[in-house]
Structure formats: C-alpha cells, structure tokens
C-alpha cells in the first residue's frame, strides 16, 4: 500500500499527514513538481533479468523515456538471503549509500516492479516520506533534497530513469535529518 506521511523536520512524531488515498497523495505532492502514478504489473520471477524486466513494461518504458527524455534504463533488484554474509554487505551497504540526504542534477525517476521502498523529501520545514509499493512510478524532480530507505532487509526491483550516464551522482548536503527520521520499517510496522 502506498504510503505518504508529512512530518515537521524537526519532530519526527510531529505527523501532519498520514494517508493511503491516491487522490490524496497526488494532491499533497503536486505543488513540488513530484508525480507518482500507478502502472498494471506484469508477474515475473525473481531470477528475471533487466533485458526481461524492461521488456515486460516495454510500452509504459517508451513513453516516460519519450516525455521525459531520458536516454538510459536500467534496472535494479534486491532479493533477501539473509544467511548469506555476502548478500548481507551488500544490502547493507546500498542501504546505506542512500540514507544521507542528497540531491540530483536531474529528475528522479522509478518504477517498482516489486517490493517497496521509500523516498523522504525535505521540503521547506517538512519531510514527506513517501513509501513507494509495487506498481508505483514516482518523480521527484531534479534539485529535491530527498534521501531513500530500502528497508533493513531489502526486497524490492525496481526500473530506473536516466537523461545521462552520471545523472544518478548524489550532491549530499550534510544535513544529519535523515537520521532523525522514522526508518521504512518504522513507516510500516
């Protein structure tokens, strides 16, 4: 279930809005640019590759590329196996490539096949955690200080959007309020 939860940036418990309603959750984030919408999924294996993935959403892949010009696609997929310690560090690791709170040159721009994940926006003096579920396509726009959480134990793949080869670079800004946050495990207990 797509999930969206304002909260003031300097409390986390300070929740503002908590809401599942869609019309709702396009409301709240409209006014920054960011749109997320809802595409029928397409059942596939969690061995299917990227060539397999993108080709299953061939039809919606072409029209965000052509509306939004971007140039590459691919494709990223986490799939637990807990007792395996590479697995484990690798998990950990790209969780915590995303924790810090950064920006883009460009837009921001996935589709979740499966699984959920869950992009914090710091806008103004709020944060809007927006947990992103199978079907989802969000777009945060380029220049939005956001930061992403998998989950401590990722499940998730995941189509990405790209205009340029290195427009995934994050400029992180610093700030420690990503750290003051309720986790995605947190948003969904």
């Known amino acids: 279930m797509t999930i969206v939860q304002v909260m003031a940036e300097d409390d ?4 503002l809005v908590r809401t599942t309603d ?7 984030l409209q006014p920054f640019g960011i749109e997320i919408a809802q595409w ?8 299917a590759e990227e060539a ?5 959403y061939r039809a919606e892949v072409d ?16 799939v637990p196996d807990p007792e395996n310690e590479g697995w484990r560090l690798r998990a950990k690791g790209a969780r915590e490539r995303f924790l810090d709170e950064h920006r883009h040159a460009e837009n921001e721009v996935r589709f979740f096949v499966e699984g959920r994940g869950c992009f914090y926006l710091h806008i103004g003096d709020r944060v809007f955690a927006v947990v992103c579920e199978e079907g989802d396509l969000i777009s945060v726009p380029a220049g939005t200080t956001h930061w992403f959480d998998m989950g401590a134990v990722p499940r998730f793949c995941a189509i990405r959007f ?3 080869a290195d427009g995934w670079i994050g400029d992180f800004t610093g700030d420690p309020i990503s750290g003051k946050m309720p986790t995605l495990d947190e948003l969904i207990a």
């Open 52 to 56: 397999e993935v993108i080709a299953a």
């Open 162 to 164: 790209f205009e340029e």
């Open 63 to 78: 029209a965000v590329c052509a509306s939004g010009g971007y140039q590459l696609v691919d494709v990223v997929r986490m």
């Open 12 to 15: 986390r418990d300070d929740v």
């Open 40 to 47: 029928p999924t397409k059942e596939l294996d969690d061995s």
């Open 22 to 28: 869609r019309d709702e959750i396009a409301k709240l």
